[in-house]
């Protein structure tokens, strides 16, 4: 029986159990995760050989670089790509260490939020409101959804459905509809421009175009704890997903943090253990090899813990967690921004580096009718986010010895 098939209440019932079944299986123990996990990876890897493609892992972040070094200690040796540029740093670094292959973004950060839209508030919001910048004729009946809860034939003509915005984002960017839904809502200078998209251009159409090309599918380093549609996604198609447009394997679905960063700590060891494999990796790219063509030194990282997240440290209570940034991504992304406390991760890049911050901040894009200079601080204000003070922080061991000095 297909979704289209099931009545409202038989489709809540089945996301209820999907989901119950999901938390049961984020219960097990740590080793019991890792089991059932590494053999889900393989599971993968044998059913892409099957059907005659490879397989590959898609890398940013902490937890994807841990992927990809288990993925390798439990004998799954497939290469791993990056659009690296993207990252930190220090991630950047990592990423060289671990020898993989760099892949290019198809627009620029700038270009993205020029001809894009900001990335603003989170992907399923932000894509909505861009269709109600975009209107057509073929959206109308999702337009009318997002401003009233009322959906059509494929949403079962609920009432009051999750795809109306909440109203506190109506209120500033339901205005589209003001004049065919007869309501009196807001919406910004016409200069900014909202998208889910970013990723898209950035990171995710570059990859998958290498995957095509190589004839490949992914390992990604998903986990459902991180909510959002990346929670929905994981519990309605599992850790193995092959679907006609979308073929995956998200081995860490159902971890934790305490498992990721327990297992990070274990890949550390054996990074340093299995050197001459990276090493390997490492000469076989472009930025391995001199102008000459011979081989450059290989330096190891001392830590697959990128400097950006710090070390990982125990709480009294026994958790683990990063000294550093929780979470990383690109330098002008938005999404979740709202929710922050101060200091924000805008207000971290200032500390890390004013002239980037200020860069984003004030003239990143440009009104294409005045020319007028502009960045992610209109935005921050329109949607009520404090950025142009510096807030107070608290100070630190170093500070106070700093002083006393």
């Not at 159990?17 to 019991?32: D, G, S, V």
């Not at 890897?45 to 288990?70: A, K, N, P």
């Not at 919001?125 to 997002?146: C, D, F, S, W, Y």
């Not at 498992?259 to 054996?270: P, S, T, V, Y």
């Amino acid at each position: 029986m297909s979704s289209n098939d099931l009545t409202r209440e038989e489709w809540r019932q089945q996301k209820i159990e999907k989901r119950a079944a999901f938390t049961k299986l984020q219960n097990l123990t740590y080793q019991e995760k890792l089991w059932r996990q590494a053999h889900m990876a393989k599971a993968f890897q044998e059913e892409m050989t099957d059907r005659g493609f490879g397989c590959h892992v898609s890398v940013g972040g902490l937890d994807s670089i841990v992927l990809y070094i288990w993925l390798k200690s439990i004998g799954i040796d497939v290469p791993g790509i990056s659009v690296s540029i993207l990252e930190d740093k220090s991630i950047q670094k990592a990423h060289k260490a671990l020898g993989l292959e760099v892949v290019k973004p198809y627009k620029t950060k700038v270009q993205v939020l020029n001809e894009v839209g900001f990335p603003v508030i989170s992907k399923k919001i932000a894509g909505r409101i861009n269709t109600l910048q975009n209107p057509t004729e073929n959206n109308k009946t999702v337009r009318h959804a997002i401003i009233t809860g009322e959906c059509g034939e494929q949403g079962h003509y609920a009432k009051n459905s999750r795809m109306q915005l909440p109203q506190k984002w109506l209120k500033l960017f339901g205005g589209y509809e003001n004049e065919n839904e007869n309501v009196h809502y807001g919406k910004p200078d016409e200069e900014i421009k909202v998208s889910n998209e970013c990723c898209y251009w950035l990171k995710e159409k570059p990859c998958d175009d290498w995957a095509k090309t190589h004839k490949s599918y992914p390992y990604l380093g998903l986990m459902a704890v991180e909510g959002g549609q990346r929670e929905e996604s994981l519990i309605e198609h599992g850790c193995n997903y092959y679907g006609k447009g979308v073929i995956r394997s998200a081995p860490f679905a159902i971890f934790l943090r305490q498992d990721l960063l327990q297992l990070a700590m274990e890949m550390g060891k054996w990074y340093h253990e299995h050197l001459d494999v990276f090493e390997t990796l490492f000469h076989e790219q472009p930025y391995g090899k001199n102008a000459d063509g011979t081989l450059k030194e290989y330096v190891p990282v001392d830590s697959i813990i990128p400097e950006i997240y710090g070390e990982i440290a125990r709480k009294d209570n026994g958790d683990l967690y990063t000294t550093g940034a929780q979470r990383t991504g690109c330098s002008m992304c938005g999404f979740g921004i709202h929710l922050e406390k101060r200091p924000h991760r805008f207000d971290r890049l200032r500390e890390r580096n004013e002239k980037e911050w200020e860069f984003w901040m004030y003239r990143c894009c440009t009104n294409p009718k005045t020319g007028e200079k502009f960045g992610w601080g209109k935005v921050l204000d329109y949607i009520g986010v404090e950025w142009e003070d510096v807030p107070p922080r608290q100070m630190t061991l170093e500070d106070y010895m700093n002083n006393k000095e």
